[in-house]
């Protein structure tokens, strides 16, 4: 069964960058779309981008696009986050899920969430 394991969160600088990793264990990530999302105190969970199964197609929200870049390697098993140019605004807990494609961003439609890193962007 595939579980996914988010890293590489921190405190951050507002204009700063940080790659969070999406690493799985448990079955191939090949065959799987993986979604980042995030969700800020008293938020609801916000779909930040998506990736398909072998990379080719990505998608971002509008409030990341432009800063945000999503990749894979599936030989890795892992797949990554890159933000660059961060504001307070992007603070939040940051998850990957996983589903057959990246059709939205609906999370009841997605599966195999980790448990979240934590990104807090702060002066």
């Known amino acids: 069964q595939l579980q996914l394991v988010e890293s590489g969160g921190g405190l951050l600088q507002p204009g700063g960058s940080v790659t969070l990793s999406c690493a799985a264990s448990g079955s191939t990530l090949d065959s799987y779309a993986i979604g980042w999302f995030r969700q800020a105190p008293g938020k609801g969970r916000e779909g930040v981008s998506c990736i398909s199964s072998s990379g080719g197609s990505t998608n971002y929200a509008d409030s990341v696009k432009g800063r945000f870049t999503i990749s894979r390697d599936n030989a890795k098993n892992t797949v990554y986050l890159q933000m660059d140019s961060l504001k307070p605004e992007d603070t939040a807990v940051y998850y990957c899920?996983?589903?057959?494609?990246?059709?939205?961003?609906?999370?009841?439609?997605?599966?195999?969430w980790g448990q979240g890193t934590q990104v807090t962007v702060s002066s």
């Open positions: 899920a996983a589903r057959l494609s990246c059709i939205d961003y609906d999370p009841a439609d997605f599966g195999s």
